[in-house]
């Protein structure tokens, strides 16, 4: 969906949308987003520049889980104003970062600054707030996770880097998922066992030893074993033995050396 925007700036506020609304099934996130950008017109960029969020009926009867139609319109305003003081939302990041010790800081100010334009049309909701999380309550962000990660990583046909010669992607937060929560441990990357800010940190960590200057250019490709089913909920030594990462992995290179397995060649069947 965002790729199917060719100018940029169309691609970073589909990005902006996707990313809010990515809580839930995947087919309602999609037609969400969906109505959402189809109601900013054929140009969502120059749709929210010409402030047609701001039309009384912007999203007759819109309705995603516990947000609405004033939900939507105080994300779009948000935005807006981020593009008409900065440029883009990640101008708008860069002004927070360039004046703040850590990325961390820059983006709870971001943030803050988000919400604010966005109380100034409508009623700060909870919903409004849930679109728009504040990284100081101590969760993970997710969704915001996945939104720098898309605009800040090069691009690579996963993402897009269209911020990337502004911000670094070595300030980037792994966005912690069910795939990583259970894979990272497994790994031995983390000890802890509860989703959360902390196992967060630590798989980035784990993976800044990886790839110093780009900790996030192996999310992709680890959480897709999860995604897969390469390495289950319910691990067996067979996925252990057909997984690349074996002999990288804690679990996998305990349950080789129990079962006296080794890892398979690409291609080669469990006998
Ligand atoms: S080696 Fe086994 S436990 Fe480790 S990531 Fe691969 S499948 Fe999962």
Known sequence: MVVGYADPEDQEIAAFVAAAFAYGRVE???????????????????????????????????????????DVRGLCEAAAR?????????????????????????L????????????EVVP????LRFLLPDPVLGGTCKRWRLFLRWMIRPADGMDLGHWN??????????????????IGPRLGWTRRRTPGRGM?????????????????????????LGITGACPPRLETRHCMACPLSPFCATGRRRLRRAGARLLEPGERVG
């Open 28 to 70: 309602g996130v999609i037609a969400s987003a969906r109505r959402i950008l189809e109601a900013l017109g054929e140009h969502p960029a120059r749709g929210l520049r010409e402030g047609r969020h701001r039309a009384g009926r912007f999203l007759p009867g819109f309705r995603h889980r516990w947000n609405g139609e004033e």
């Open 82 to 106: 981020a593009w008409e003081l900065h440029g883009s939302l990640g101008g708008a990041l860069l002004a927070r970062r360039r004046d703040a010790a850590d990325f961390e800081t820059a």
């Open 108 to 119: 709870a100010r971001w943030v803050g600054d988000l919400r604010g334009f966005a109380g």
């Open 124 to 127: 700060l909701s909870r919903g």
């Open 165 to 182: 010669a502004m911000l670094s992607p070595s300030e980037l937060l792994l966005p912690l998922d069910a795939h990583w929560t259970r």
């Open 200 to 224: 967060a940190a630590d798989l980035t960590a784990a993976l800044r030893r990886i790839a110093p200057e780009d900790p996030l250019r192996y999310d992709f490709a680890i959480c897709h």
